[in-house]
């Protein structure tokens, strides 16, 4: 809170209104997309009770395909954001930021694993990491300059070190693997969640859309 606190008044003062316009649209039209790449799998992996090795690997194997795919969808849905914004400066920012899809996928199994297991603690340090290079990065980028990518290249690279720590606090072998059996079972458990999940984001950003739009 102290940084993101810091952070917002630096750069009200440091960027103008069209820097966070680009990126607020970008983000919340990424946000859009990103919700296709979870599907509800985190939270069906954390409920079953019986998890094994084969059902872990299954999902992360689904995880990183939704992914991989959402990142795809994304860049070349970018043009379409342009069009929507009337700016075209937000079709380079939505495929930056889309490359966070496909760089999450690699903190899916340490942190399942780490929820599961309640070390809370151990969640505690990415989390916060993420966090103090998010806000600082975006205000030295700001202050040389960087304009509204300060706040962009900032989004990405906190999720690259929130990604990196967790893997060092929890190291998980990463394997892909796919079970006939289990897979549906993840599916049948998120989708309900993604659907609602998804109907909450659309009422909670619908206007926001709108107004970019307009």
């Known amino acids: 809170v102290i940084f993101q606190f810091a952070a917002s008044v630096i750069l009200a003062r440091n960027l103008i209104s069209s820097d966070y316009g680009i990126t607020g649209f970008a983000l919340i039209f990424t946000g859009f997309l990103g919700k296709f790449g979870d599907m509800g799998i985190d939270t069906a992996v ?9 059902g872990l690997y299954t999902a992360f194997t689904i995880k990183a395909v939704l992914g991989m795919m959402t ?6 849905l970018a043009p379409l954001a342009g069009m929507l914004f009337d700016n075209e400066a937000v079709v380079n920012v939505v495929r930056f930021l889309s490359l966070s899809f496909a760089i999450n996928s690699l903190a899916f199994l340490p942190n399942v694993l780490l929820t599961r297991e309640l070390e809370y603690r151990k969640l505690f340090s990415p989390q ?11 205000i030295i980028l700001a202050w040389s300059g960087f304009g509204y990518w300060s706040i962009v290249l900032a989004n990405v690279c906190s999720t690259v070190v929130g990604v990196i ?7 998980v072998k990463i394997r892909f693997n796919y079970d006939k059996e289990q897979a549906p079972q993840f599916i049948s458990v998120g989708g309900p969640l993604f659907f ?19």
Do not use: C, R
Not at 71 to 76: E, G, L, R
Not at 196 to 214: K, P, R
């Open 71 to 76: 990142f795809t969808a994304a860049f070349i």
């Open 128 to 138: 916060v990491g993420s966090a103090v290079v998010n806000y600082t990065l975006s």
């Open 165 to 171: 720590v967790i893997n060092v606090v929890k190291p």
């Open 46 to 54: 954390l409920q079953k009770a019986d998890l094994n090795e084969k």
């Open 196 to 214: 609602s999940g998804f109907i909450v984001f659309l009422i909670l950003n619908v206007d926001s859309f709108a107004i970019g739009a307009m």
